[in-house]
Nanobody, 122 residues
């Protein structure tokens, strides 16, 4: 199973970026998928998750600015990031759950992508 993330880069504050993640090796149509991030010297943080039913969960720091979407047919999960701030600078990781139709806020994710760097300049 592989999760391949793309779309990171350098953007000015107030700008937008779109991250994409393509999964291969198994279907995630009955599992939660989402995005985490980790900035230097900080703990890993959940950014957004979308369940198999379409329910979305966002971290408090990105609510109203980021939008997660999925295409079950393509086995992909995207993250549209608008109104970016310097504090959004981090490595962003695509994640997929191994648990069939199960979600909790504190659950672990079995599958992680390689990470893509997002840098927001002030």
């Amino acid at each position: 199973v592989q999760l391949q993330a793309s779309g990171g880069g350098l953007v000015q504050a107030g700008g937008s970026l779109r991250l994409s993640c393509a999964a291969s090796g198994r279907s995630f149509s009955d599992n939660a998928m989402g995005w985490f991030r980790q900035a230097p010297g900080k703990e890993r943080e959940k950014v957004a998750v979308r369940t198999w039913t379409g329910t979305t969960i966002y971290g408090d720091s990105v609510k109203g600015r980021f939008t997660i979407s999925r295409d079950h047919a393509k086995n992909t999960v995207d993250l549209q990031m608008d109104s970016l701030k310097p504090e959004d600078t981090a490595i962003y990781y695509c994640v997929g759950s191994n648990a069939f139709r199960y979600y909790t806020d504190t659950m672990d994710y079995a599958y992680w992508g390689q990470g893509t760097q997002v840098t927001v300049s002030s």
